[in-house]
């Protein structure tokens, strides 16, 4: 059984960088075909797709998002991070890690979720 | 870019009702489409999958259909613990999410 648990700060200020780590067990970050994700979820909001690493270390953000963030892998500890710079109060949210997986070809869906931590954006 | 739609936003309805949500793409995604459930301070958990496919463990009162712009999640018989809130997530290219449907009792 895949389970992912976040860690980081619970608070940051205006202009500074959000950092966040995700640790997995049950499956390993560098080996496989699953997406390692980031989501965020405003208070009483929808949920919004940040980025991902895949096994092979590649890449991918929301446009919207691209040239603040960074989505890294420790494959030493089977983790892996999100950063966010120049956050604003607006980025303030539960971030979430999941596991993208393809589990009908082409199409992904996140099959395995942490419980979120709460970052809020705050002098 | 892709825009979904879900609706309605939020429904009243009671024990053992028949319900549906309704998820619409402002293009055609094929089955690239996923549904969750989300209660309030927990994480999503994935119900249906490429559309039609139940997730694992997922009851069997839950049902998925459509393709294309159009996709549909059913609840055939509402349990007290289907209370929650609803998200549609295309796959066809980066993830989005819809705005999400709010199951409340009646």
């Known amino acids: 059984q895949v389970q992912l648990q976040e860690s980081g700060p619970g608070l940051v200020k205006p202009s500074q960088t959000l950092s966040l780590t995700c640790t997995v067990s049950g499956a390993s970050i560098s080996s496989g075909n699953d997406y390692w994700t980031w989501i965020r979820q405003p208070a009483g909001k929808g949920l919004e797709w940040i980025g991902r690493i895949y096994s092979s270390g590649s890449t991918n953000y929301n446009p919207s998002l691209k040239s603040r963030v960074t989505v890294s892998g420790d494959t030493s500890k089977n983790q892996f991070s999100l950063k966010l710079s120049s956050v604003t109060a607006a980025d303030t949210a539960v971030y979430f890690c999941?596991?993208?997986?393809?589990?009908?070809?082409?199409?992904?869906?996140?099959?395995?979720w942490g419980h979120g931590a709460l970052v809020t954006v705050s002098s | 870019d892709i825009q979904m739609t879900q609706s309605p936003s939020s429904l009243s309805a009671s024990i053992g009702d028949r319900v549906t949500i309704t998820c619409r793409a402002s293009?055609?995604?094929?089955?690239?489409l996923n549904w969750y459930q989300q209660k309030p301070g927990k994480a999503p958990k994935l119900l249906i999958f490429?559309?039609?496919n139940l997730q694992s463990g997922v009851p069997s009162r839950f049902s998925g259909s459509g393709s294309g712009t159009d996709f549909t999640l059913t609840i055939s018989s509402l349990q007290p613990e289907d209370f929650a809130t609803y998200y549609c997530?295309?796959?066809?290219?980066?993830?989005?999410f819809g705005g999400g449907t709010k199951v409340e009792i009646k």
């Open positions: 997530q295309q796959s066809y290219n980066n993830p989005l």
């Open positions: 490429a559309a039609s």
């Open positions: 293009q055609s995604i094929s089955s690239y």
């Open positions: 999941a596991r993208g997986v393809t589990l009908v070809p082409g199409i992904l869906s996140f099959d395995s």
